[in-house]
Structures are given as C-alpha cells and as structure tokens.
C-alpha cells in the first residue's frame, strides 16, 4: 500500500511539475512576443516621431496618446540642428545641446534650449505611456527609454552625434554590430560619438 501512494505522489507530482514546466515556458513565450510587439511599436512610433508618417500608432489601450505632445511641429529645426551636429542623442533617449557652430548668440541659443525643453518633455510622457500602456506588465519606462535609445542608434545617419550605451547588453550589442565595428577604436560605454 505504501509503493502505492509513493507511486500516486510522485505521479502526481511529476503532472504537477510537467504543468509548471509548460506554464515557464508559455510564459517566456509570452513575454518574447511581448517584447518583439514592443520593439514593433517603437519603430512605428519613431517613423511618427521623425515625421516619416503622419499616422500616429496607437500605444496599448489609450484612446489619444498623442493628445499632449507635439512632435511634428519640431522635427525640421530638430533634423537641421542634428546635421550640424548641434543636438546629440544621449543614452537616456533625450537630446542634448552640444558645442557647435550653428547655434551662435544668445537669442539662438536660447531657441535650441527651448526646443530641446519640449521635444525632451514630450519624450518622457512617451516613453511613460508606452511603459504603461503599450508594453508587456512589469516593463519600467527605463528599459522602454533604452529600447528607443538602441532604436535610434540603429537608424543614426551620417554625421549624426550620439552617446553610447553604458557597459552591459547594449553596449556589447552594438559593439557587435555594423555601426560598432565602423566606429572602431571610438566605440566605447558612455562615449560620444560621430556617426560616421
């Protein structure tokens, strides 16, 4: 009687660890197809954000996600200020004012200052959105700023100005890629770099 209620329990849970095993790695695949939607989205969304498209994507479940922002408007003085290598994409997903030629006196600069104060304002409130509406539960607004950092650098043009990722996954991913080996030596965490 005994040999049978082990065999019982150890069939039982044998079942029991089999349904475990199965639910992990419906879970996992769950959260990959979550993830690749997510990283859909973000291209969607840069295609709007740089005015490749004039249809907005919908994030998750909100009706106007576009309701507060105002991207558009801003992109043509946004581009003109990246190709003279004024503007710089750092490793948060913001851009930052660099020492250049293009942006002369203070009213000039003042007026990139602002620009880069609202086009950094509505980044936040998109990356907040997509963290809460349009990514798999659990995702955090940084993991959802650096997926648009890796995004970005993966579309750098010519010229354009950038910093690198920190040490870790990115970082090693793009050192590995087509931009990271035409960088060569200046290929390094946190640097600044021209893409060339």
């Given at each position: 009687?005994?040999?049978?209620?082990?065999?019982?329990?150890?069939?039982l849970l044998s079942a029991g660890s089999g349904c475990l095993w199965?639910?992990?790695?419906?879970?996992?695949?769950?959260?990959?197809?979550?993830?690749?939607?997510?990283?859909?989205?973000?291209?969607?969304?840069?295609?709007?954000?740089?005015?490749?498209?004039?249809?907005?994507?919908?994030?998750?479940?909100?009706?106007?996600?576009?309701?507060?922002?105002?991207?558009?408007?801003?992109?043509?003085?946004?581009?003109?200020?990246?190709?003279?290598?004024?503007?710089?994409?750092?490793?948060?997903?913001?851009?930052?004012?660099?020492?250049?030629?293009?942006?002369?006196?203070?009213?000039?600069?003042?007026?990139?200052?602002?620009?880069?104060?609202?086009?950094?304002?509505?980044?936040?409130?998109?990356?907040?959105?997509?963290?809460?509406?349009?990514?798999?539960?659990?995702?955090?607004?940084?993991?959802?700023?650096?997926?648009?950092?890796?995004?970005?650098?993966?579309?750098?043009?010519?010229?354009?100005?950038?910093?690198?990722?920190?040490?870790?996954?990115?970082?090693?991913?793009?050192?590995?890629?087509?931009?990271?080996?035409?960088?060569?030596?200046?290929?390094?965490?946190?640097?600044?770099?021209?893409?060339?």
């Open positions: 009687m005994r040999r049978f209620i082990v065999f019982v329990l150890a069939a199965r639910s992990q790695r419906e879970l996992e695949a769950q959260a990959a197809s979550g993830m690749h939607r997510l990283g859909d989205l973000a291209e969607n969304l840069l295609d709007y954000v740089e005015g490749k498209t004039s249809d907005p994507p919908a994030i998750g479940n909100l009706k106007e996600p576009w309701k507060d922002t105002h991207f558009a408007p801003r992109q043509a003085e946004i581009s003109r200020l990246k190709e003279l290598g004024c503007l710089g994409e750092n490793n948060k997903g913001r851009l930052e004012l660099r020492k250049c030629d293009g942006v002369k006196g203070f009213s000039a600069h003042n007026a990139a200052q602002r620009l880069l104060a609202e086009e950094n304002k509505d980044r936040k409130l998109l990356y907040r959105r997509v963290a809460e509406s349009g990514a798999p539960p659990g995702t955090s607004v940084a993991f959802v700023e650096r997926l648009f950092v890796m995004k970005r650098l993966r579309r750098a043009e010519s010229g354009q100005v950038f910093q690198l990722p920190d040490e870790g996954d990115d970082f090693k991913s793009l050192k590995d890629s087509a931009l990271g080996q035409r960088l060569g030596a200046s290929c390094k965490a946190e640097a600044w770099v021209a893409v060339p």
